[in-house]
């Protein structure tokens, strides 16, 4: 149980180019979805927090006009790079959580963002 | 702010040795406390949880301490095999808060 799903798990697209990536519970409904950046060895770094049906709440630095999160349904969230240049290029990671705050998140597979 | 530091950034074992990795987190309304596990482009797995209402948990290799008055929490991993070679990642959150803050990560390396 509390499978999710992430698409897509790879992009390669030109400078300019406008990205949106999928992440779904599977099998539980997911109050709130979490969206991280991750460069290379390093930490997962929170970019914003959605819950269903609400305005995402960005941690500080992170652009909200750059980086769109739509959280429409109890099973869905997306987040869109819009714009995107070569420096957004990294590796984007969503988790889902059920229930109460303590309780575990389920991590999507991720997704390789290279901007050229 | 919340935060939860992690040491030691590296920890470099010999099969068949145990490993320790350890964290302290700053909220003390902290009560939930989850480890992951990241494999090399792989999503992070959690691998055990424990809860402020107890001191230890332990699933075969793996076990979890919490202590909360020193708000220190560790994860001890017996009988290292190569394959526990990761990122680990522990996380403190609370019921009253809304988000999850995670250590910055310890890599494993189990040499064979």
């Known amino acids: 149980g509390a499978v999710v799903s992430q698409h897509p798990s790879r992009v390669i697209c030109k400078s300019g180019t406008s990205v949106k990536i999928e992440c779904r519970s599977l099998d539980f409904q997911a109050t709130t979805m979490f969206w991280y950046r991750q460069f290379p060895k390093q930490s997962l770094m929170l970019m914003a927090t959605?819950?269903?049906?609400?305005?995402?709440?960005?941690e500080q630095g992170v652009e909200k006009d750059k980086f769109l999160i739509n959280h429409a349904s109890l099973t869905l969230s997306t987040l869109t790079v819009t714009s995107a240049h070569p420096e957004d290029s990294s590796f984007y990671i969503c988790s889902a959580r059920g229930g109460q705050y303590n309780q575990p998140q389920h991590f999507g597979d991720g997704t390789r963002l290279s901007i050229l | 702010g919340e935060n939860v530091e992690q040491h030691p950034s590296t920890l470099s074992v010999q099969e068949g040795d145990s490993a320790v990795i350890k964290c302290t987190y700053s909220?003390?309304?902290?009560?939930?406390f989850p480890w992951y596990k990241q494999e090399l482009g792989k999503r992070p797995q959690l691998i055990i949880d424990?809860?402020?209402?107890?001191g230890e948990k332990k699933d075969q290799r793996i076990a979890v301490t919490l202590n909360k008055t020193a708000k220190h929490f560790s994860l001890h991993i017996t009988e290292t095999q190569p394959e526990d070679s990761a990122v680990y990642f522990c996380?403190?959150?609370?019921?009253?808060?809304?988000?999850?803050?995670f250590g910055a990560g310890t890599r494993l390396f189990v040499k064979a």
């Open positions: 959605s819950n269903e049906g609400s305005k995402a709440t960005y």
């Open positions: 996380a403190a959150s609370n019921t009253g808060g809304f988000k999850t803050i």
């Open positions: 424990i809860r402020s209402n107890v």
């Open positions: 909220d003390s309304a902290s009560n939930y």
